[in-house]
């Protein structure tokens, strides 16, 4: 073939033409016939794997949204690599561009990897640059997520730098901009952070996180931890899928979550092992449903799920009081771990320890929160939920509850300490639910949280539905 006249492409083809034809170092009549004697040999589908096709929000389906993942260098680096699994199961294409820093806690291989695609780590880089390449990382998206956001990067960002691949991208794009804030708890507070957030802010951009926890430096503690994976990609999807149905649209939610501390003395308390992320998801997912909801939080390191108006409880007496004021609801979730009791006299003053004798502990029934509000005669929600956390003969125990509470569901989980729930990110449920005479169990497979508490909501959403004939 002497030679070859393609007509009747457009731009976008011809563009992505030049820039593979650059990358291979050939010619784009030499490239197109290499594209041809492939496809000859083995078809392939010459999608966004292959050429990256320009921004076209009118045409372009779900699957084909592109996410430009901008890693900082931060510890919190490692998380980002999860984050590329998360963004893909999702259905984004993703592109990963990393900081010098960000190289020196994740490798672009191990990025490049992930994504299926090329990483991008220098400006400067004649093999993506011959055509101003961080332009094109910069447009050829539908958002730019910035995960780990360093103190350092947002304020290069608040100036308006762009003296390394990263800032040139974050200055040169017209498309929303995520960030995923992850430094020390003192870094975060300091004055100079806080004034360059702001100024992001108003510049449009939206944040996730950070999260209060534990940080990597031993004996460190406080916000500033890098919101989780899952937390970022379902914000990604938040930004950028339309608004799925909301079939909770003028319900009420109210759920609990969390433990309850029971004072002993100003120092001491007694609780249960739970972390409230459980309780969290729900309500998060309640509210992507449409639902206006309520949320009864014991102490956890937890931030506030967008839109949920969050009560913040230590003791089982004061979440029975929060709870019973925020009813009248369509439906209550209790999903909090609430100590079963509390020592009968709290003590004013630490309890010292005494030579060769133990302090007397008198322990009183804290309230039953999930009864009280299902015996209800009048201000009763029609669907009341509760969680059944147990360690052995976990059906069985869950059905007792179901009929000595007089709830409608019980939720019942495992949380033994080899299955990991208390305090980790996944679950296995059971849902037993009255059905008439019968008592129904369905049982769901491990899931994440939030896969859970948006399957979960899913089934309250059909319920209510039901009940009420609409």
């Given at each position: 073939?002497?030679?070859?006249?393609?007509?009747?492409?457009?731009?976008?083809?011809?563009?992505a033409?030049?820039?593979?034809?650059?990358?291979?170092?050939?010619?784009?009549?030499?490239?197109?016939?290499?594209?041809?004697?492939?496809?000859?040999?083995?078809?392939?589908?010459?999608?966004?794997?292959?050429?990256?096709?320009?921004?076209?929000?009118?045409?372009?389906?779900?699957?084909?949204?592109?996410?430009?993942?901008?890693?900082?260098?931060?510890?919190?680096?490692?998380?980002?690599?999860?984050?590329?699994?998360?963004?893909?199961?999702?259905?984004?294409?993703?592109?990963?561009?990393?900081?010098?820093?960000?190289?020196?806690?994740?490798?672009?291989?191990?990025?490049?990897?992930?994504?299926?695609?090329?990483?991008?780590?220098?400006?400067?880089?004649?093999?993506?640059?011959?055509?101003?390449?961080?332009?094109?990382?910069?447009?050829?998206?539908?958002?730019?997520?910035?995960?780990?956001?360093?103190?350092?990067?947002?304020?290069?960002?608040?100036g308006?730098?762009?003296?390394?691949?990263?800032?040139?991208?974050?200055?040169?794009?017209?498309?929303?901009?995520?960030?995923?804030?992850?430094?020390?708890?003192?870094?975060?507070?300091?004055?100079?952070?806080?004034r360059n957030v702001?100024?992001?802010?108003?510049?449009?951009?939206?944040?996730?996180?950070?999260?209060?926890?534990?940080?990597?430096?031993?004996?460190?503690?406080g916000?500033?931890?890098?919101?989780?994976?899952?937390?970022?990609?379902?914000?990604?999807?938040?930004?950028?899928?339309?608004?799925?149905?909301?079939?909770?649209?003028?319900?009420?939610?109210?759920?609990?979550?969390?433990?309850?501390?029971?004072?002993?003395?100003?120092?001491?308390?007694?609780?249960?092992?739970?972390?409230?992320?459980?309780?969290?998801?729900?309500?998060?997912?309640?509210?992507?449903?449409?639902?206006?909801?309520?949320?009864?939080?014991?102490?956890?390191?937890?931030?506030?799920?967008?839109?949920?108006?969050?009560?913040?409880?230590?003791?089982?007496?004061?979440?029975?009081?929060?709870?019973?004021?925020?009813l009248?609801?369509?439906?209550?979730?209790?999903?909090?771990?609430?100590?079963?009791?509390?020592?009968?006299?709290?003590?004013?003053?630490?309890?010292?320890?005494?030579?060769?004798?133990?302090?007397?502990?008198?322990?009183?029934?804290?309230?039953?929160?999930?009864?009280?509000?299902?015996?209800?005669?009048?201000?009763?929600?029609?669907?009341?939920?509760?969680?059944?956390?147990?360690?052995?003969?976990?059906?069985?125990?869950?059905?007792?509850?179901?009929?000595?509470?007089?709830?409608?569901?019980?939720?019942?989980?495992?949380?033994?300490?080899?299955?990991?729930?208390?305090?980790?990110?996944r679950?296995?449920?059971?849902?037993?639910?009255?059905?008439?005479?019968?008592?129904?169990?369905?049982?769901?497979?491990?899931?994440?949280?939030?896969?859970v508490?948006?399957?979960?909501?899913?089934?309250?959403?059909?319920?209510?539905h039901?009940?009420?004939?609409?």
């Amino acid at each position: 073939m002497a030679s070859l006249t393609i007509r009747k492409l457009d731009e976008a083809i011809k563009a992505a033409l030049r820039v593979r034809a650059a990358q291979h170092g050939r010619s784009v009549e030499d490239e197109v016939r290499g594209i041809l004697r492939e496809a000859a040999a083995a078809p392939v589908a010459l999608g966004p794997a292959n050429i990256s096709s320009g921004h076209n929000s009118s045409g372009k389906t779900e699957a084909e949204s592109q996410v430009t993942l901008i890693i900082g260098g931060g510890i919190a680096a490692y998380k980002s690599l999860d984050l590329i699994r998360r963004l893909k199961e999702r259905g984004f294409v993703v592109r990963c561009v990393l900081t010098n820093a960000a190289q020196q806690f994740v490798t672009p291989l191990a990025a490049s990897a992930l994504a299926n695609t090329r990483a991008y780590t220098g400006l400067f880089d004649p093999a993506s640059e011959f055509d101003v390449g961080h332009i094109r990382l910069a447009r050829d998206c539908d958002l730019i997520v910035v995960a780990p956001a360093t103190a350092d990067l947002m304020a290069k960002m608040a100036g308006g730098h762009a003296d390394d691949l990263a800032t040139a991208i974050l200055l040169a794009t017209d498309r929303p901009v995520l960030l995923a804030p992850a430094m020390n708890p003192l870094m975060w507070s300091n004055a100079a952070t806080r004034r360059n957030v702001a100024q992001l802010v108003r510049d449009g951009v939206t944040l996730v996180g950070p999260d209060a926890g534990e940080m990597a430096e031993a004996g460190e503690s406080g916000v500033g931890r890098m919101a989780e994976p899952v937390e970022i990609a379902e914000a990604v999807l938040g930004m950028l899928r339309p608004a799925g149905p909301r079939p909770l649209a003028g319900r009420r939610v109210l759920i609990t979550a969390g433990p309850t501390h029971e004072p002993i003395d100003p120092v001491r308390y007694i609780a249960n092992r739970s972390s409230g992320k459980q309780g969290f998801a729900i309500a998060a997912a309640a509210r992507a449903a449409g639902a206006e909801v309520v949320l009864v939080s014991g102490p956890v390191g937890l931030p506030d799920p967008p839109g949920v108006a969050v009560k913040r409880v230590e003791s089982a007496r004061e979440m029975l009081a929060a709870v019973e004021a925020a009813l009248p609801a369509d439906v209550a979730i209790f999903a909090a771990a609430v100590a079963d009791w509390r020592v009968a006299s709290e003590g004013d003053q630490k309890i010292k320890k005494a030579a060769g004798a133990l302090p007397r502990l008198e322990l009183v029934e804290n309230p039953d929160i999930l009864a009280t509000v299902a015996r209800l005669a009048d201000a009763r929600p029609p669907l009341v939920i509760g969680f059944a956390a147990e360690t052995e003969h976990l059906i069985d125990h869950a059905r007792a509850k179901l009929a000595r509470k007089r709830c409608d569901w019980i939720v019942a989980n495992d949380v033994s300490p080899a299955g990991g729930v208390m305090g980790g990110d996944r679950n296995t449920v059971h849902v037993i639910r009255k059905d008439g005479d019968e008592v129904r169990v369905d049982s769901w497979p491990a899931m994440a949280k939030d896969e859970v508490a948006t399957a979960l909501v899913a089934r309250i959403a059909e319920a209510v539905h039901a009940r009420q004939g609409t």
